[in-house]
């Protein structure tokens, strides 16, 4: 991309409409991470066994094994600003329980699986719904800049703002962080609804008189054909859910990591986690920038390579400071990559089979997720330090073999199209 075409993509403001989603997005992602904090800190007062704590970030994980393609399914045929506000409803309902279990003495660590498992299904449709809807509210050369805006809001308001937040409120009273998660979600919900009529363009393009919306949609099985003849993207996706499973391996126990292996008090686990999210900030806003200045393959090559470095430190090394600044430059990494990415498969993937495609990925990249943070927790019974020794090798390792593949990602861009926003709400 030229230096001119840089400063003007720079110059172009993001629609009124993709305002609404990031502000909807800001909300959920408040309450995200509330509860992802609360939750494993709430499993220590139940239990100290690492694999059953690993498998709760698992159990994290299921839903999209279980419900990631029919959520794509359903995505690709209702209004999704409707399926965006049903979710976080249904995981406002499930944070009132855990509330209740909590404060009725009643709690179980099974019980708590299941929670995360309901907050987990009401995630498939939220992040698939908001990842499917900004193609339809951007140009396609503002995706990589919304997905780097998109996912910059979600590393402050987690890391900066929620997780330190749930860290001193679980301090205070347990139940807390689980009200607040729930309020989140509730508020996300609402917001949703203000998203512009182009949110829901997928199922709109098909939905001709007499019928004829079964005929304009894509079918499933022509989605499936679709991500397999496309020799590109079927390898990537082969290559980042392996990849996305040895990094789940490594950081399955990392609660237990940070307080029993470098005693920080459980207060704060949120701080150190701010501290771990300076990393993912920096790389998220430079995402954009960097691939317009050095390429898109190269970034992804080289952020690949520095997630995977990064994790493998924090396995090595006896000292906190260290480890932690280690774990923020694997998660420098991990913000740089998803952000090109993020546009590569929006770009490359038509938008009224969207909804499916991301379903499908997220189901093999993320349904292997649950397996890889099971066995992380077991060996991590041996220490807790190896599975990131473990799941850094494995990335660095992945990336060195699949450089052309990551090089070649520039190339794979379809031409710039614009997108249409609809001026309903």
């Not at 740089?336 to 909804?355: E, S």
Request: charged share 10%; net charge positive; hydrophobic share 55%.
């Amino acid at each position: 991309m030229s230096t001119a075409t840089a400063q003007k993509v720079a110059r172009t403001p993001m629609s009124a409409g993709f305002n609404r989603l990031w502000t909807a997005a800001i909300a959920s992602n408040l309450a995200d991470g509330i509860g992802r904090t609360a939750v494993p800190l709430i499993a220590t007062t139940l239990t100290r066994d690492p694999a059953l704590i690993a498998g709760l970030s698992a159990v994290t994980f299921l839903p999209w094994l279980l419900f990631g393609i029919p959520a794509g399914m359903l995505l690709d045929r209702v209004d999704r600003r409707i399926a965006m506000a049903v979710a976080n409803s249904l995981r406002f309902a499930v944070a009132a329980l855990l509330a209740v279990l909590i404060s009725t003495d009643a709690l179980t660590i099974w019980l708590l699986y299941g929670c995360v498992l309901l907050f987990g299904l009401g995630e498939t449709v939220f992040d698939n719904a908001t990842t499917t809807v900004v193609p339809s509210l951007v140009t396609r050369d503002q995706l990589d800049r919304a997905n780097g805006r998109m996912q910059s809001a979600e590393i402050v308001v987690q890391n900066f703002i929620a997780t330190p937040i749930a860290g001193f409120l679980f301090a205070a009273a347990i139940v807390l962080p689980v009200w607040l998660t729930g309020g989140g979600f509730l508020i996300a919900g609402l917001l949703a609804l203000t998203i512009p009529a182009a949110a829901a363009s997928a199922y709109r393009k098909g939905a001709a008189v007499d019928g004829e919306a079964a005929q304009d949609r894509p079918t499933f099985r022509a989605v499936v054909s679709f991500l397999v003849h496309h020799r590109f993207l079927r390898t990537m996706i082969i290559l980042t859910s392996i990849t996305a499973s040895a990094l789940a391996f490594a950081q399955g126990s990392v609660v237990l990591l940070l307080l029993q292996t470098f005693s920080v008090p459980a207060a704060l686990i949120g701080v150190v986690t701010a501290a771990v999210g300076v990393g993912a900030l920096v790389g998220a806003l430079i995402s954009s920038r960097l691939v317009e200045r050095f390429g898109r393959g190269r970034v992804m090559f080289c952020s690949m390579l520095v997630s995977g470095a990064g994790v493998l430190c924090v396995g090595v090394t006896g000292n906190v400071v260290f480890a932690i600044s280690s774990y923020a430059v694997g998660a420098f990494g991990v913000a740089v990559w998803n952000v090109p990415w993020g546009a590569l498969r929006q770009a490359i993937v038509p938008n009224d089979m969207l909804g499916r495609a991301m379903g499908i990925v997220r189901t093999i990249g993320w349904g292997l997720t649950p397996i890889a943070t099971v066995l992380g927790g077991f060996v991590a019974r041996i220490d807790l330090r190896l599975p990131f020794v473990i799941g850094g090798i494995v990335v660095v390792a992945l990336t060195l073999i699949a450089v052309r593949l990551l090089l070649s990602a520039g190339t794979h861009v379809p031409a710039t199209e614009t997108a249409t926003e609809g001026t309903g709400s």
